[in-house]
């Protein structure tokens, strides 16, 4: 099993736009972030819609720790701790009908504690998406805490998805509403850039990203600065056994 990235450099180094783009923004910026009280809206196409607080979705299901990679785009990696609940535990509670066949993730959007809330980067609220099958995968986490104690803001507090077969950007973080859908939802990096990042966003080493090649990585805390070493990236982020038969037939170059 791979090495975990120190607890240091997975709360120093984020990405986390809504506080600035630099990765040492999240951590200086985001402790304006109000994490109680929270409520996470369920809406669309289930049977049980309504306000979930925080404090109910924290105990609706056993949480455990998760060992998870986790690659960004940009082609670093780290290794991190979760802990949370399969986000299928939360779906079985609120009874999707049975025409939802997307759900999309929509993340805080406050302009008062977010300061780059008003920035042009996005068009905010962030907001992302997971194909039903996909959602409900067992792999996929809803994450509360991460290395044992509760999320850090910077990381995504009070509640964040964790999808460890796609990049990081899929993870969204500090959500405030799931919507269950008919259609494939648009997400706020697709419409940042379309010909870059796609609904799918799996990692595919195979695919290079129009700017950048995909096919290795570095692993943050390696050290080496410049001359780091890279490592090659593995296909659905090393996750293939679980997660390939999900695109069965799919062409995964059409659909990146
Ligand atoms: N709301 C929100 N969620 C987000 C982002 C963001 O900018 N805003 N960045 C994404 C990206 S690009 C990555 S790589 C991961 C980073 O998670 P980490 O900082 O916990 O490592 O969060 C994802 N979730
Ligand atoms: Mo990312």
Redesign the pocket.
């Known amino acids: 099993m791979d090495k975990l990235t120190d607890y240091k450099d ?1 709360t120093s ?6 506080f600035g783009t630099d990765k040492g923004d ?1 951590v200086k910026n985001a402790g304006t972030l109000k994490t109680r009280p929270w409520t996470v809206e369920v809406e669309g196409l289930v049977k049980k819609p309504g306000k979930y607080g925080i404090e109910d979705l924290l105990k609706l299901s056993a949480q455990e720790e998760r060992i998870y990679r ?1 690659r ?3 082609g670093w990696s ?1 290794v ?1 701790p979760w802990v949370g609940y399969s986000l299928a535990e939360l779906i079985k509670k609120v009874e999707p009908q049975g025409n939802a066949k997307f759900i999309e993730f929509v ?2 959007a406050d302009p008062k504690t977010m300061p780059f809330v008003g920035s042009r980067v ?1 068009d905010w ?2 907001t ?1 998406g997971l194909r039903m099958d996909e959602a409900m995968h067992p792999l996929t986490l809803l994450a509360f805490g991460m290395y044992g104690e509760v999320l850090p803001n ?3 507090a009070p509640v ?1 998805l964790v999808v460890p077969w796609k ?8 959500i405030v509403k799931i919507r269950f859908v008919k259609k494939e939802p648009s997400t706020a ?1 697709n419409k940042a850039a379309a010909q870059e990042y796609g609904f799918y966003s799996n990692v595919n080493p195979n695919v290079d990203h129009p700017r950048w090649s995909q096919a290795t990585e570095r692993r943050i805390g390696d050290g080496g600065g410049l001359f780091a070493k890279r490592n090659k990236t593995l296909m659905f982020n090393g996750y293939e056994a679980q997660v390939g038969q999900l695109y069965a037939g799919m062409d995964l170059k059409k659909n990146y």
């Open positions: 997975a180094y984020n990405n986390f736009y809504e999240p986790l960004c785009v940009e780290m991190i993340t805080l996005l609220p962030y992302e910077q990381n995504g964040r990049y990081g950007f899929k993870s969204a973080k500090s990096w």
